[in-house]
C-alpha cells in the first residue's frame, strides 16, 4: 500500500469539498459502491462506476466514491492517506469503530475507503470459488451503515448506490430516518446492475440491520421469509436505474425479474434504464499499452500482430487465417458459461481457435481447463487478467458472449472499438448496442441469436465464420463497429438529469 503524507487537513471531515469546474452547475454526488477501479475489482461494476464518477466530473460534479478498504484496494497501486477521523457504526445493538482512508482518483474525484479488517480484509471481495462468505448479511449490513456515518460529516446531495452490497444504505436513511437527521435533503438514486444478485439471507440476520419489526414485511424487506437487502434499496430509492435500455422491461417480467418483478412493477414510475458507456481512454487500440501493435479504423494491419500475440502468448498454433474467437467473462451461470460447456465440442471440431480467459465458479474453471487439455485449438486462461483480456479484444477476430441474460455489458462495446465481431445473445444490453449481420444491413457490427441453446448459438458462430471468409465483408463491419461510440458523456448526462430533477422536486 501506498501511503500518502498526511495533509494539513487530516484531522478534518473525511469529504473535502472537490474544485467544481462548474460550480453553477454543480451538485455534491456520492457513489457508495463494493468495487471501483483502480482501487477493487472482480468485474464490469467497477469500471462502470469509475467511469460514470470520471463523466460526471467533466460536467462539473463533485464526487465521492465510498467502498471497504478490501485487501485489494489497500495494495492498490494507488496512494492512501489515513483520515484522522474514524468513525462508529451501529450494527446488531452493538457500535463498531472503522477508519477511514482517502484515495484521489482524479482532479475531482476521490474514493473514501471504509477500513475494518474483520470484515474486509480477505483475499477476495464477496467469497472463494467454493461459494460466497458465510458473513456476508453482516459485512454488507456494516458497509452500508458504515457509508451513512462517513458522509454523515457533509452529507451529499445525491446519494448513489451501486447493486444489493450499500442497497441497504438507503433503506435506512427512509426506515430509519431519526438516525440520519444531517440527510434529511438527500435524494437517493439506486442502480441494479445485474438484477440476479440480490443479497438475500436468512431471517436470522435481520437483528443485525436494527430496524423495527414492521419493516420486516413483504411490502418492505422481507422475501420469501427471507431477507433481501436489494428489495430494501429497491423499496426506499427516490429513482431506480438500470444499466441498459432493455432491461428496466425485461426485469419486470418472470423470466428475469428473478422474484422481484411484481416490486419493479409496481415501481415502474421511477424505473428508467440509462447505457452504460465504454471507457475509450482504457479501450482503444489506437493508444492501449497492452497490445502488440497500435492501430487504427485507417489502417488495421496492427489488428494482424495482436492476432500473432496472442495466439503466441496462449500457446495457439501461430495461423493468421484462421478465425480466433476470444471470450473474456466471469465463469457463472449468468455469463451463458453452462451453455458454453455444451456447445464446445461441436465448436472445437470446426477449423477455428477459441481463446477464453475468466475466473469464477469452480466448477466451471475445472470443465474448462479439462476441455483444454484435450484440444490443441481451444486454450483456457482461469484468471482476472487486465492485460490479457486486452489481447483478447485486440487479436481475436470475434469475442464469443452467450450470455443467459445480461444488463448492459462492457466486453460488446470495448471488442467492437478493437475492430472485433460480438457474437452475442440477444437480450439486456447486447441486442441495444450490437448492430446484427443480416439481409441487406449495412450497419451491422457483430451477430445475434435468439435461443438459449446450442443450435441457435452455433448458428450465430457459423453465420460469423461465413462472413470470415468474405474479407470486404468483413472489413466493413469491422468499420461499422469501430464507429460505434458509447462514450460515458452521454450516459453522465442522463444521470445528471435524473439528479437535478430529484433536486428540484
Given at each position: ?356 480467459v475468466g475466473k469464477g465458479e469452480a466448477s466451471y474453471e475445472q470443465a474448462l481447463s ?136
Open positions: 500500500m501506498k501511503q500518502a503524507k498526511p495533509g494539513a487537513n487530516a484531522q478534518k471531515s473525511p469529504i473535502r469539498k472537490a474544485r467544481a469546474r462548474h460550480p453553477e452547475a454543480s451538485c455534491s454526488i456520492a457513489m457508495v459502491s463494493c468495487e471501483v477501479v483502480p482501487l477493487a475489482k472482480t468485474g464490469g461494476l467497477a469500471d462502470a462506476v469509475y467511469a460514470l464518477s470520471r463523466a460526471l466530473e467533466g460536467l462539473g460534479q463533485r464526487l465521492t466514491v465510498v467502498l471497504p478498504a478490501h485487501r485489494s484496494a489497500k495494495h492498490a497501486n494507488v496512494p492512501l492517506e489515513r483520515i484522522g477521523t474514524r468513525v462508529h457504526v451501529p450494527l446488531g445493538g452493538r457500535r463498531l469503530e472503522a477508519g477511514v482512508w482517502k484515495a484521489q482518483l482524479s482532479a475531482h474525484v476521490r474514493a473514501l475507503l471504509i477500513e475494518a479488517d474483520a470484515y474486509f480484509d480477505r483475499d477476495d471481495l464477496y467469497g472463494t470459488p467454493e461459494g460466497d462468505y458465510p458473513d456476508n448479511a453482516e459485512r454488507f449490513a456494516f458497509f452500508s451503515r458504515a457509508a451513512l456515518e462517513v458522509l454523515r460529516h457533509e452529507p451529499p446531495q445525491i446519494l448513489h448506490a451501486h447493486d444489493w452490497h450499500p442497497a441497504l444504505s438507503l433503506a435506512f436513511l427512509k426506515a430509519d430516518a431519526e438516525s440520519y437527521p444531517e440527510f434529511s435533503q438527500t435524494k437517493t438514486v439506486l442502480t441494479i446492475h445485474n438484477l440476479g444478485y440480490q443479497g438475500v439471507f436468512t431471517e436470522n440476520c435481520w437483528p443485525l440491520l436494527g430496524l423495527g419489526q414492521k419493516w420486516y414485511h413483504p411490502e418492505f424487506l422481507e422475501f420469501h421469509g427471507r431477507v433481501n437487502f436489494l428489495k430494501g434499496g429497491l423499496m426506499f430509492a427516490d429513482k431506480i436505474t438500470t444499466v441498459s435500455k432493455s432491461y428496466p422491461k425485461e426485469i419486470q417480467t418472470p423470466e428475469y425479474g428473478f422474484g422481484l418483478e411484481g416490486v419493479l412493477q409496481n415501481r415502474a414510475s421511477n424505473l428508467e434504464g440509462i447505457l452504460n458507456g465504454a471507457d475509450y481512454e482504457v479501450w482503444d487500440p489506437v493508444n492501449d499499452r497492452y497490445i502488440k501493435a497500435s492501430y487504427g479504423i485507417e489502417d488495421l494491419s496492427g489488428k494482424l500482430a495482436c492476432k500473432a500475440d496472442l495466439q503466441e502468448t496462449l500457446g495457439l498454433p501461430q495461423a493468421p487465417d484462421i478465425p480466433l474467437v476470444g471470450m473474456v467473462s466471469r465463469l457463472a451461470e449468468q455469463k451463458g458459461i453452462g451453455l458454453l460447456l455444451e456447445t464446445l465440442e461441436a465448436l472445437a471440431k470446426r477449423a477455428l481457435q477459441v481463446a477464453i479439462a476441455f483444454q487439455a484435450a484440444h490443441d485449438n481451444v486454450k483456457v486462461c482461469i484468471a482476472f487478467d487486465e492485460a490479457l483480456a486486452h489481447k483478447v479484444l485486440a487479436g481475436a477476430d470475434f469475442v464469443l458472449i452467450p450470455s443467459r441474460y445480461e444488463p448492459c455489458g462492457l466486453v460488446q462495446m470495448h471488442a467492437m472499438r478493437y475492430g472485433t465481431l460480438p457474437i452475442a445473445r440477444a437480450t439486456g444490453g447486447l441486442k441495444d448496442t450490437i448492430v446484427p449481420h443480416g439481409p441487406g444491413s449495412k450497419k451491422a457490427a457483430g451477430f445475434l441469436f435468439e435461443g438459449y441453446d446450442v443450435p441457435s448459438l452455433l448458428g450465430a458462430v457459423d453465420a460469423a465464420l461465413a462472413v470470415y471468409k468474405r474479407k470486404a465483408t468483413r472489413r466493413a463491419m469491422a468499420k461499422n463497429a469501430m464507429k460505434a461510440d458509447f462514450s460515458w458523456q452521454k450516459t453522465a448526462e442522463g444521470y445528471l438529469e435524473i439528479y437535478k430533477s430529484l433536486l428540484i422536486a
